[in-house]
């Protein structure tokens, strides 16, 4: 068995490979499929290579199998990976030595490898949020032009401002000049659409989709975030892991005697956190049935720590409940809120 240490970069990669004589070998590969083959592919010997989670690190680890070798995705926030590296140089040939020791020595925490299906609904939902960032940056600027002429523009929903714009009386050099504006705007509200309705096609073809939205606040956007990034509900064995996962716990510096807790650890996905905290914001605003219970925690929280704390709190809360109807195939409800919620006030 050959080990290699692969650290990874856009155009080159680093590789570092202890052969089954001990011998080292150290290369700098152009980080390209044609090249990868080329070396990889003339191995006599079984070959395991240790890659750290990146964004290209998927693609490379799927090159890698196609040719034959044993691929290991690390997750990066393992520190014993990196423990025969110097912590006061780092170089590309350091990294990849010690990802090559590493891969021997079986130092490693391998990371999740999320499915196809899940891949396709996270770069869909990545591409609707920077069409969404897009446009909240247009409507901004649109304002801020108006502003500087004595005008204003109400808020309204985003999809609407472009046909205001059109239907305001506004100096005719104005108008000239928001006008490719506004065009990118119409476009930008199509595109939205488009991926809005594919995103619907996509929770209603998932069962669990399906389910995760019938908790008040949570929709298609939600419910189909919270299943890509999860992927799979059997990696997690209490809803607790979840939330570490999603970076919803806070930090902690305790010692002996002294236990200090902080902020939020804000690991894992930022935009589900988001997500979460907007959904729990709803929640906390509903009048469905079967909200009371949390509603009331809720307060009860906002009332000692403040609401912004309580809303925080609340959407950690629904991680957990989400983490649970997917895990027991349940609806909410009742049932399930009394049997895993735990409520106290």
Not at 60 to 84: H, K, S, W
Not at 111 to 127: G, M, P, Q, Y
Not at 165 to 187: C, F, G, S, Y
Not at 315 to 329: Q, T
Request: contains cysteine; charged residues 30%; hydrophobic residues 40%.
């Amino acid at each position: 068995m050959e080990y290699v240490g692969f650290d990874l970069g856009k155009v080159n990669s680093q590789i570092c490979l202890i052969t089954e004589d001990g011998e080292l070998v150290e290369k700098r590969l152009k980080t390209e499929r044609e090249t990868l083959a080329q070396f990889f592919g003339r191995r006599s010997e079984k070959v395991c290579v240790l890659i750290e989670a990146s964004t290209e690190s998927e693609w490379v680890a799927r090159c890698l199998e196609e040719i034959g070798c044993q691929v290991i995705v690390a997750d990066p926030n393992f520190a014993p990976m990196y423990a025969t590296r110097s912590k006061k140089v780092k170089t590309d040939r350091r990294d990849a030595r010690a990802l090559c020791e590493a891969c021997r020595l079986g130092a490693y925490r391998a990371a999740h490898r999320i499915s196809d299906e899940a891949r396709a609904t996270k770069n869909l939902l990545a591409v609707r949020e920077q069409l969404v960032l897009t446009r909240s940056r247009y409507i901004s600027f649109a304002k801020s032009l108006l502003r500087g002429e004595g005008l204003r523009l109400n808020s309204s929903d985003a999809d609407r401002l472009s046909r205001k714009l059109e239907a305001m009386e506004l100096p005719a050099v104005l108008r000239q000049t928001l006008i490719p504006l506004i065009e990118a705007m119409k476009t930008l509200n199509e595109q939205i659409e488009i991926t809005d309705k594919e995103l619907e096609r996509l929770a209603a073809d998932n069962e669990t989709v399906r389910r995760l939205r019938t908790v008040p606040g949570v929709g298609a956007v939600t419910a189909a975030s919270f299943v890509a990034i999860i992927d799979q509900v059997e990696r997690f064995d209490t809803a607790k892991q979840v939330r570490m996962y999603l970076g919803l716990v806070p930090s902690e510096n305790s010692s002996g005697e002294r236990q200090q807790r902080g902020r939020l650890t804000k690991t894992g996905n930022k935009r589900l956190r988001y997500l979460l905290v907007e959904a729990a914001w709803s929640l906390l605003r509903s009048q469905k049935p079967g909200t009371g219970k949390l509603q009331k925690w809720t307060q009860a929280i906002a009332g000692r720590r403040g609401k912004q704390i309580a809303v925080v709190a609340l959407a950690r809360k629904l991680a957990g409940i989400l983490y649970a109807m997917w895990r027991d195939g349940t609806e909410f409800g009742a049932v399930i809120q009394e049997r895993t919620l735990g409520l106290r006030t």
